[in-house]
Every structure is written in C-alpha cells, then in structure tokens.
T-cell receptor, first 111, second 114 residues
Framework: DAKTTQPPSMDCAEGRAANLPCNHS???????VYWYRQIHSQGPQYIIH???NNETNEMASLIITEDRKSSTLILPHATLRDTAVYYC????????????FGKGTRLHILP | SAVISQKPSRDICQRGTSLTIQCQVD?????MFWYRQQPGQSLTLIAT?????????ESGFVIDKFPISRPNLTFSTLTVSNMSPEDSSIYLC???????????FGPGTRLLVL
C-alpha cells in the first residue's frame, strides 16, 4: 500500500502558485519524499525529491515539515501545461526500493 | 536522464492471444520495472526485471501470465499472455536513473483487448 495521502483533486488559476499537500505520517528516517507527475497519455515524470531540507529545482519547490510527516510541492507559476496527476511517494534512496504509487492529486489549472 | 522507448505504442488484440511489449533504454541500467495502469487508475508494479535471472513479481502477478525477459542491460520484454478484456491497460516500462536514484518512465503501451 502507498504510504502517502493526497487530496484527490485541486484547482489552481493559471499564473498562480499551485501548492499540493501530501501526508506521510509513517515515514521512516531513511525514506525520501519523491514527487512525480503524469500528464495525460504520458508516462510519469520525475519532478523533485528531498529528505528533510527544502529543495528547489527548475520545475518546483519541495517543502518538508520539520517532523517530516507532511510535505508540499509548490509550482510557483502554474501554466495550463501543468495540468496533470501529481504523485507523492515515499521510498528509500537505493536502487532496490520500489516506487509504490498512490492515487495522487489531479491538478486542474484554470485559464 | 535515461531515454526509454516502448514498442508497440498501442495495440488492439483479441482475447486469448498474447502480446509482447518491448522496452529499450539508451544506456545501461541495473534496474528495470514493469507497471500496469488500468483505466482511470494509478500505476501498479507488476515486476522487477532482473538481468541474468528470473524476474521478481509483485503479489497478484505471476510469471505464467506476465513472462518477462531481460537479456541485457538496455532491453526488456513483457508478454501479456492469454489476454482477456480485463488486461486492457497501459503498460509502462521504468528504469532506475544512473546516479540520481530515481526512476524514469517510458511512454507506455496502450493495450485494448476485445
């Protein structure tokens, strides 16, 4: 079973920041938080991952709470092309640990 | 990041037949995975394709139904055997990215079984 809980859907206005929450209250000390997204008719795309510090890359920012029981993915200026299902995943950072997908959040960017 | 291609991209098959899906990566990778995504659902891991040994299947998936080959570090196949309409899904290949410890996904194969 997936170790994360996400809202099933969210709306965000184009140009605004999209903040996607994720609950992972049972995360262990050696598990990372990963985010992927799946645009319609495509394979999932890696976005970002982190352990306990906040992370930022060209796609998004990841804010992890101090107790690591929840996190937020931030798309700073959402565009229509960001409409997708976003998956929050907890896994260990080693090649043998599988990615288990939950149901994700369906993000609708509204024009 | 790894570039992954899958063949065929889509197919329509008759029940009782089998289809083999190919996954090709542009670089050598240790870990390759096969996922299924049923209509409107999330991804479910079928198995890990191990190079030089038998695939490791997840609960609910068996080798007779989903035989997997992994002849080298850049290629794998998944066969969906004795298909039924319930096998209609998107099948995705995934590989562990070198040096980043994350997975990259192929574009998927859309299968419709009539």
């Amino acid at each position: 079973d997936a170790k994360t809980t996400q809202p099933p859907s969210m709306d965000c206005a184009e140009g605004r920041a999209a903040n996607l929450p994720c609950n992972h209250s049972t995360i262990s000390g050696n598990e990372y938080v990963y985010w992927y997204r799946q645009i319609h008719s495509q394979g999932p795309q890696y976005i970002i991952h982190g352990l306990k510090n906040n992370e930022t890359n060209e796609m998004a920012s990841l804010i992890i709470t101090e107790d690591r029981k929840s996190s937020t993915l931030i798309l700073p200026h959402a565009t229509l092309r960001d409409t997708a299902v976003y998956y929050c995943i907890v896994r260990m950072m080693n090649r043998d640990d599988k990615i288990i997908f939950g149901k994700g959040t369906r993000l609708h960017i509204l024009p | 990041s790894a570039v992954i291609s899958q063949k065929p991209s889509r197919d329509i098959c008759q029940r009782g037949t089998s289809l083999t899906i190919q996954c090709q990566v542009d670089s050598q990778v240790t870990m390759m995975f096969w996922y299924r995504q049923q209509p409107g659902q999330s991804l479910t891991l079928i198995a890990t394709a191990n190079q030089g040994s038998e695939a490791t299947y997840e609960s609910g998936f068996v080798i007779d139904k989903f035989p997997i080959s992994r002849p080298n570090l850049t290629f794998s196949t998944l066969t969906v055997s004795n298909m039924s309409p319930e096998d209609s899904s998107i099948y995705l290949c995934s590989v562990e990215g070198g040096g980043v410890e994350t997975q990259y996904f192929g574009p998927g194969t859309r299968l419709l079984v009539l």
